[in-house]
């Protein structure tokens, strides 16, 4: 019985977790893209302008676009968990359930170089993950903020703190799952 339990509540999760989005239900069936991607493409503009908006798709903001070195850099996004099936930065179940259970967060670089015949273009994916390393547990409790009775003459207008000191990232490599959900979304909208 308890696997029958199980097998229910992993169908009603699954949707929730992303599986069906951009880039989560396409890939799954179709061979990985390769990385650096061939676009053969004759108007450069056209071709990062559709770059751009996959990238908007994956709800990525962009921190920097430098046409003269081809390259387009977006912000760090904290990972989406597995109640937020809207955004999808987190490819797949697993990646999911870790943003749920860890703070993590994922920047986006690419890279677009002409080729050397001049017919197209190679667009290199770069997925980065990191994971939030806390210094400590947080001095905060609910009740914090509330005058004690027993020290009546003690006025503390500031009773809330926060963190001791500032959270540190440790890099957790690239991430190859959104590497090719998004090259997947590229090869559709170059295509298109």
């Known amino acids: 019985m308890p696997a029958r339990v199980f097998r229910v509540l992993l169908c009603l999760c699954l949707p929730l977790s992303g599986c069906a989005g951009p880039g989560r239900a396409p890939w799954a069936n179709v061979a990985?893209?390769?990385?650096?991607?061939?676009?053969?493409?004759?108007?450069?503009?056209?071709?990062?302008?559709?770059?751009?908006?996959?990238?908007?798709?994956?709800?990525?903001?962009?921190a920097r676009e430098n046409r003269l070195a081809r390259v387009i850099e977006t912000d760090w996004r904290v990972g989406s968990?597995?109640?937020?099936?809207?955004?999808?930065?987190s490819v797949g179940f697993t990646n999911r359930l870790e943003s749920t259970l860890q703070s993590v967060r994922r920047r986006v670089q690419i890279t677009i170089i002409p080729d050397d015949r001049g017919a197209g273009?190679?667009?290199?994916?770069?997925?980065?993950?990191?994971f939030e390393d806390l210094p400590g547990v947080a001095a905060n409790s609910p009740g914090g903020a509330t005058f004690s009775?027993?020290?009546?003459?003690?006025?503390?207008?500031?009773?809330?703190?926060?963190?001791?000191?500032?959270?540190?990232?440790?890099?957790?490599?690239?991430?190859?799952?959104?590497?090719?959900?998004?090259?997947?979304n590229l090869q559709a909208a170059y295509s298109g």
């Open 149 to 184: 009775e027993s020290t009546p003459l003690e006025r503390d207008l500031n009773p809330v703190v926060g963190q001791s000191s500032p959270s540190t990232w440790i890099p957790a490599g690239r991430d190859l799952a959104l590497e090719q959900a998004i090259l997947t």
């Open 32 to 62: 990985p893209a390769t990385n650096p991607l061939y676009v053969a493409a004759s108007n450069e503009e056209v071709l990062w302008e559709r770059t751009v908006d996959v990238l908007h798709d994956f709800h990525f903001e962009l």
């Open 121 to 130: 273009y190679l667009v290199n994916v770069a997925a980065f993950k990191e």
């Open 81 to 89: 968990g597995l109640l937020e099936p809207w955004h999808h930065d």
